[in-house]
């Protein structure tokens, strides 16, 4: 027997008149019947969407920015009065559409998808919300955080410690509609076990020996906003049950009896470990990990996405030296090979303490080379081998010199048809230029002072020797 088609049924509050399981002979159906639509299933062929208002609401438009290729059926009451031109001319603009009645008759495919996909995020947009570098794997990661955050839907985000888990719920929430309502964050593993439950769910006054106030707890104080749950795994059973109920109901029990205190809350946790075997195990509930687990999201961990080392050890690199008060300082590009080939069991937590300690004991030296990177060599496993890819200098889009070194150039040999120094002073000149830009990866500013020049001076030996490509855009200034 053929496979059926899934069609995805988002009711935005209204009764569906039992219509889906007239339809399932035709379909696989999934229904969506809350007031605000969910993320349509990522294997969905047809979203049907009922439409009763005049024109549709904001948070589903906030949702086809992420599944705007999906081809869309709404669904109007037969006794609904006729909409006007404004609103009809709304609706067309979700993207593929088609109008139906809501009757028994079975929704048809055959629309074709739009090609359009969400618009990417750029540098800037990604690094104000902590992201740096794009691999496949961090794309992938974006792309369902962006989806989680046009919803109100749990989240769960696993991966190895130090992958950046809380970057992402951060992001999430930023990229949401609640975005000046709270952020709050709860490690769960460092509470005490016997505080968890009055941390999180709050008490009244007299709960306990000490509760001299009512408190409202975390989830209340998140009201409205997002509460981040780091090392869930980590919580008791007792605490657990208490969570499953706040998640299942939408309202949180203080400790010491009071009536319950409903609360708007977007959960997002997180676990080093693998929930599913806490479940085996009988040290997490089932039902909780159910609960949990609507929108998962795994993180990759950094030895899945090298390609991003450079980056993140740049951006470490410039935030240590600010927060630190010292002068900026430069990677030299023979060390991104190194970084690049580290393993990185702490991922990115330890490639930031590594650049942090590097910073730090280069003193007044304004590059940093191999040698400040040779502790991370001490911390390998005994007959690890790191292969490093081949060292390519990168000038930001710039010719790359093709001239020996300066520490060559200084020893060459009179021919004896004699030679023209200028032509030889100006290409050493354009080599060490070309070095100072690779070395502050286009800095102009920096590469300046490396060489001991003004930067209207380096601007001007640019210009003279055509170093400046009007299709390459040289970073100027102090960088992010």
């Known amino acids: 027997m053929a496979a059926l088609h899934r069609l995805h049924w988002s009711t935005l509050g209204e009764s569906s008149e039992g219509l889906e399981n007239a339809w399932a002979s035709a379909w696989e159906i999934s229904v969506d019947r809350g007031a605000s639509p969910a993320l349509p299933p990522r294997d969905t062929d047809l979203w049907t969407i009922s439409a009763p208002g005049v024109e549709p609401p904001a948070s589903l438009l906030r949702l086809l920015t992420e599944v705007g290729a999906l081809p869309i059926l709404l669904l109007r009451s037969p006794g609904a009065s006729p909409l006007s031109p404004v609103a009809l001319a709304a609706w067309g603009r979700l993207g593929s559409v088609r109008w139906g009645l809501l009757n028994s008759e079975v929704p048809q495919g055959g629309l074709r998808p739009l090609s359009s996909a969400p618009i990417p995020f750029t540098a800037t ?129 203080p400790l010491g009896g009071g009536p319950p205190v409903k609360v708007d809350v977007r959960v997002v946790v997180a676990s080093n470990s693998d929930l599913w075997a806490k479940v085996q195990d009988g040290s997490f509930r089932e039902d909780l990990f159910y609960r949990l687990d609507v929108v998962p999201i795994q993180m990759p961990p950094l030895r899945d996405r090298r390609e991003e080392v450079p980056f993140l050890a740049q951006h470490f690199l410039n935030r240590k030296a600010r927060e630190h008060a ?155």
């Not at 941390?199 to 306990?208: H, I, M, R």
């Not at 937590?349 to 300690?357: F, G, K, S, V, W």
């Not at 020996?404 to 004699?418: C, F, R």
């Open 125 to 253: 947009q990604a690094l104000a919300l902590g992201l740096v570098g794009f691999s496949p794997a961090m794309a992938a990661v974006v792309a369902r955080a962006r989806a989680a955050a046009a919803t109100r839907a749990t989240v769960l985000l696993s991966g190895e410690s130090g992958t950046g888990k809380e970057v992402i719920a951060r992001a999430i929430h930023q990229l949401s509609e609640d975005r000046e309502q709270p952020f709050v964050s709860v490690h769960c593993g460092a509470i005490p076990e016997n505080l968890v439950e009055s941390e999180l769910f709050g008490y009244n006054k007299g709960a306990f020996t000490d509760a001299r106030k009512d408190t409202p707890g975390k989830f209340r104080e998140a009201n409205g906003g997002t509460l981040f749950l780091d090392e869930v795994g980590t919580m008791p059973l007792s605490a657990q049950v208490r969570l499953l109920r706040v998640l299942q109901e939408r309202e949180v029990q």
């Open 326 to 480: 010292l002068y900026p300082k430069a990677l030299h590009p023979s060390v991104d090979p190194l970084l690049m080939a580290m393993p990185w069991p702490g991922n990115v937590r330890q490639l930031e303490n590594a650049i942090e300690r590097a910073v730090i004991l280069a003193g007044a030296r304004p590059v940093l080379t191999r040698q400040d990177f040779t502790f991370l060599m001490d911390r390998l496993p005994e007959g690890e081998v790191l292969i490093e890819e081949p060292f390519q200098r990168t000038t930001l889009g710039l010719p790359t010199p093709e001239t020996p070194g300066p520490e060559t150039a200084n020893y060459l040999d009179i021919p004896a048809d004699g030679l023209d120094l200028n032509h030889v002073v100006s290409e050493v000149e354009r080599n060490l230029m070309l070095q100072s830009l690779a070395i502050t990866r286009g800095n102009k500013k920096r590469a300046a002072e490396l060489l001991g020049l003004k930067r209207t001076t380096f601007l001007e030996k640019m210009k003279r020797l055509e170093l400046e490509d009007e299709g390459t855009e040289i970073m100027e200034g102090e960088p992010e």
